[in-house]
């Protein structure tokens, strides 16, 4: 079962195109990286799913409900953390909690405390007089003691120093395993969610370049150099991104690796010239798509 | 229901200060207003605890409107990162939430108001009516502002800082008339009602006060409703300025000037005369000429009904008969004459064979009691100089406007000696009347006719000065009078009946009007009266029109 399903979402704001004819997938229990560069729509498309904004064209479904119509049984279930939120910042922690506490049936006071134990927040300072990282684990903290079924956060390590990712990604991580959740997490910052997702998506304001599992993903992405190569056809198949080439040496990204069919290939095509293939992270995934998308973009205009 | 309580309790906190200074500036403000004399405020002598009355009363204002303004935005859906649009909030709890906070800060104080009325002011129909009108008063500033900020706020992302600057003086304009209607202790076309007076305009002005407010409450739920689409913001509010423009209220809200107020004055001219004895033999006051709404009257009758005393000495109630059928009047529920005769036990008749006019008597030096009888004077208290209409000179045509006083007592201060007497003549025209006696016991006397702007301050026995005036009625001339010598003392032409030739002193500069009565002896001043006439009657009609009874012990 799909937690969210999205079929041809388009939105405008005025006459820039935000995001159009996104179609996203998110499975149930899956922890989703929505990726891509800034103004690629990760935001728009996000609070597309939370009601925040209507959509101008296509339809979304959260939880099994069109996201227009999302209400206050809906949000019970899904928690939201957000750069972009409005946290109200003049409460304290403590009544931060009592605030989100009221507010759902499902919370559960023994997470709460652990979360708080865990995150270190002082309970009677006021929001706004807690760094950012600080006001970030207070939202996370707020959207996770009640046991949403999703999880939804928008740049969420966005301002965050090294080490309170960490803590951040740590208690997401922790807090994961305790229950069968699913979470959609938007952000550019790709080395925080490879540890954190097991789907990825990538988006760059139209259709969704990429949406499949992590594994799926790193099986088939291979970044590839040979060198002293003695000819070259010139032809560069449409799955070969990020293509180099510069004295006799060529290099590339490979998006349809196939292990023992893609060497026959490459040596067929470099001349037999010897062939370095390694596995590639997300961060290379996701630079050598964005370029890709960006010289394609170039071309059509 | 619940979801509703935590927003609204989350609003007390999150504004806890603003409330808190809101209700502070309240509290004090009313207090003042209950015990500041109306004719130091509206005097501005400058004590402290006027600067203090106004200084409250600007500061409940601005948290008012500043916490309408305040409330709505605070969670304002048009902000796609409001926190409570992905926490379990239907809109319709969120804005009802933020509507009732601003509906509770506004009714407060309309609550206080009508609960003064109560107190003070028995004779008062429709309560529910004056509530409502009080209300309509206090929120109107904040909850358009509140709708004006609303729209401001959609409109940033598509108009140009015009609008928003329209819509901003928009904003200021409405508190600077309620700021306005506050100082002159006015609370714009709805506080006729409180005298009963409910016309055909008011109702019209009423309609137009009620209109933008019902808009802007309109603007606020269609922000919530539709997230603070800026084409139905912009509409509603184009017609909300619409109507402010098109209305009179704002304008009647300032000061009118000498012509409009007396052409006002001539409006709600009504007379009344002296029966003498109705059917079943006691005395009754025939009430006519109230043109528009019979109920005018209503007020002042149940006021005064139980005070009165009549000639022969007796101490009956007054009967009051509707006249000339059985429409429109009536006397306040028997509750309320108990309160107000224990209050008000010393207002009675002056012999109408005498004197015209009622009198005020101190009864005794207990300063609480002094103080407790201005309270209702302070408020609405319309008092009736009756004349026996057989007795007054009158020529056809006049009976209307000299027959009968209309004398709305604003205040009455006692300070040692000295007892002051405020009165509201008729919006916006003020008397102020300020009489001395020598003594607690001394009973004062004051009436004033229409074209009658002037504060007078006369100490019995010893001069009698017309000083203070805001207004010289061009028309008018002031005598002293004493009816039982058939005297009248004219100061502008000098002549005195029965020889006497006194000349008067009338100082343009500082406006000062003096009778140097000095040269009158004590036996001529007793029973003396100060009149006001007008030039034009005195050139035709040999003797006074409306007159106020000069008493010294």
Same mark, same amino acid.
């Given at each position: 079962m799909n937690v969210i399903e999205a079929e041809n979402l388009t939105y405008h704001y005025r006459r820039t195109n935000a995001v159009r004819g996104l179609n996203l997938t998110v499975p149930e229990g899956s922890v989703f990286a929505l990726l891509g560069p800034n103004g690629a729509g990760k935001t728009t498309t996000i609070k597309m799913l939370m009601n925040l904004l209507r959509p101008d064209a296509g339809q979304a479904r959260v939880l099994g409900v069109s996201s227009t119509l999302l209400g206050p049984r809906e949000f019970e279930r899904i928690g939201y953390v957000s750069e972009n939120q409005d946290l109200p910042l003049w409460m304290t922690v403590d009544r931060f909690a009592d605030f989100g506490r009221a507010l759902h049936p499902t919370w559960d006071r023994d997470l709460e405390l652990k979360l708080r134990r865990q995150f270190d927040l002082p309970g009677r300072r006021p929001l706004e007089h807690l760094?950012?990282?600080?006001?970030?684990?207070?939202?996370?903290?707020?959207?996770?003691?009640?046991?949403?079924?999703?999880?939804?956060?928008?740049?969420?390590?966005?301002?965050?120093?090294?080490?309170?990712?960490?803590?951040?990604?740590?208690?997401?991580?922790?807090?994961?395993?305790?229950?069968?959740?699913?979470?959609?997490?938007?952000?550019?910052?790709?080395?925080?969610?490879?540890?954190?997702?097991?789907?990825?998506?990538?988006?760059?304001?139209?259709?969704?370049?990429?949406?499949?599992?992590?594994?799926?993903?790193?099986?088939?992405?291979?970044?590839?150099?040979?060198?002293?190569?003695?000819?070259?056809?010139?032809?560069?198949?449409?799955?070969?991104?990020?293509?180099?080439?510069?004295?006799?040496?060529?290099?590339?990204?490979?998006?349809?690796?196939?292990?023992?069919?893609?060497?026959?290939?490459?040596?067929?095509?470099?001349?037999?010239?010897?062939?370095?293939?390694?596995?590639?992270?997300?961060?290379?995934?996701?630079?050598?798509?964005?370029?890709?998308?960006?010289?394609?973009?170039?071309?059509?205009? | 229901m619940k979801r509703l309580l935590i927003v609204f309790l989350k609003d007390a906190r999150?504004?806890?200060?603003?409330?808190?200074?809101?209700?502070?500036?309240?509290?004090?403000?009313?207090?003042?207003?209950?015990?500041?004399?109306?004719?130091?405020?509206?005097?501005?002598? +400058?004590?402290? $605890?006027?600067? =203090?009355? @106004?200084? !409250?009363?600007? &500061?409940?204002?601005?948290?008012?409107?500043?916490?309408?303004?305040?409330?709505?935005?605070?969670?304002?859906?048009?902000?796609?990162?409001?926190?409570?649009?992905?926490?379990?909030?239907?809109?319709?709890?969120?804005?009802?939430?933020?509507?009732?906070?601003?509906?509770?800060?506004?009714?407060?104080?309309?609550?206080?108001?009508?609960?003064?009325?109560?107190?003070?002011?028995? +004779?008062?129909? $429709?309560?529910? =009516?004056? @509530?409502? !009108?009080?209300? &309509?008063?206090?929120?109107l500033a904040p909850f358009c502002a509140a709708a004006a900020a609303v729209t401001a706020e959609t409109l940033l992302r598509v108009a140009n800082n015009l609008i928003i600057a329209l819509l901003g003086m928009g904003v200021v304009g409405f508190a600077i008339v309620s700021l306005g209607n506050l100082a002159a202790a006015n609370g714009g076309p709805f506080q006729d009602i409180l005298h009963g007076r409910l016309v055909s305009q008011l109702w019209r002005d009423g309609t137009l006060l009620i209109l933008p407010l019902l808009l802007s409450l309109a603007v606020v739920v269609a922000a919530y409703r539709w997230r603070a689409r800026w084409a139905i913001a912009w509409g509603i509010s184009a017609c909300l300025i619409w109507i402010l423009v098109a209305s009179e209220w704002p304008r009647n809200a300032f000061p009118l000037s000498p012509k409009k107020a007396a052409a006002m004055a001539e409006h709600i001219q009504y007379s009344a005369q002296w029966s003498g004895q109705d059917a079943a033999g006691a005395p009754a006051l025939h009430v006519t000429g109230v043109p528009d709404d019979p109920n005018y009257m209503l007020v002042p009758l149940a006021l005064l009904a139980p005070q009165l005393n009549l000639p022969n000495g007796q101490h009956p109630e007054m009967k009051v008969r509707p006249y000339p059928d059985e429409s429109g009047l009536s006397v306040a529920p028997a509750s309320a004459r108990a309160a107000v005769a224990r209050v008000l036990g010393n207002l009675r008749a002056l012999n109408p064979s005498d004197y015209p006019g009622f009198r005020i008597a101190l009864p005794h030096s207990d300063p609480k009691v002094v103080r407790t009888a201005p309270f209702i004077a302070i408020e609405h208290a319309v008092l009736f100089q009756i004349h026996p209409v057989a007795e007054l000179p009158l020529r056809p045509g006049v009976r209307a406007r000299a027959g009968l006083q209309e004398l709305k007592v604003l205040g009455v201060r006692r300070t040692g000696a000295h007892l002051d007497v405020q009165l509201w003549e008729c919006r916006p025209t003020s008397v102020l009347v300020r009489a001395w006696g020598r003594s607690p016991a001394d009973l004062i006397d004051f009436a004033a006719d229409q074209p009658f702007p002037n504060t007078v301050r006369y100490s019995a026995g010893l001069n009698v000065t017309l000083e203070q005036v805001q207004r010289v009625c061009p028309d008018a001339v002031y005598a002293l009078v004493n009816r039982g010598r058939s005297e009248i003392l004219f100061p502008e032409t000098c002549s005195v009946g029965a020889n006497r030739t006194i000349l008067s002193q009338y100082n343009a500069f500082d406006r000062t009007f003096t009778f140097p009565v000095e040269a009158i002896d004590q036996n001529w001043l007793d029973g003396a009266t100060l009149v006001a006439v007008r030039r034009t009657w005195v050139e035709t009609v040999d003797g006074a029109v409306s007159t106020v009874p000069v008493v010294s012990r």
């Open positions: 760094s950012r990282g600080m006001t970030m684990k207070a939202a996370l903290l707020a959207a996770l003691s009640f046991r949403p079924k999703l999880l939804v956060l928008d740049e969420p390590f966005s301002g965050l120093d090294p080490l309170a990712r960490d803590e951040f990604t740590r208690g997401l991580l922790e807090a994961s395993t305790e229950g069968d959740w699913t979470i959609l997490v938007s952000t550019h910052d790709i080395e925080e969610v490879e540890r954190l997702c097991d789907w990825v998506g990538m988006i760059e304001r139209g259709p969704m370049r990429i949406a499949e599992s992590t594994e799926s993903l790193l099986s088939r992405y291979r970044r590839v150099e040979a060198v002293n190569v003695p000819s070259f056809n010139n032809i560069v198949p449409d799955e070969w991104l990020d293509f180099e080439r510069a004295d006799g040496a060529v290099k590339f990204a490979d998006r349809r690796y196939v292990a023992g069919q893609s060497e026959t290939a490459y040596a067929s095509a470099f001349g037999g010239a010897p062939v370095q293939v390694r596995p590639m992270t997300l961060r290379e995934i996701f630079i050598a798509e964005a370029r890709s998308s960006r010289a394609l973009g170039k071309e059509v205009k | 999150r504004f806890r200060v603003l409330l808190g200074v809101w209700a502070g500036s309240m509290a004090v403000h009313y207090y003042l207003y209950i015990h500041l004399s109306p004719a130091e405020v509206a005097g501005g002598r +400058g004590s402290w $605890a006027v600067v =203090l009355f @106004f200084a !409250s009363g600007l &500061a409940f204002w601005i948290s008012l409107v500043l916490l309408a303004v305040l409330l709505v935005l605070e969670d304002h859906p048009g902000n796609s990162c409001a926190y409570w649009r992905t926490q379990p909030f239907k809109w319709q709890e969120v804005v009802t939430a933020k509507l009732g906070w601003c509906i509770v800060v506004t009714a407060i104080p309309a609550v206080a108001y009508t609960c003064s009325l109560i107190q003070f002011n028995l +004779g008062v129909k $429709a309560l529910w =009516l004056v @509530f409502l !009108s009080e209300w &309509a008063v206090y929120a």
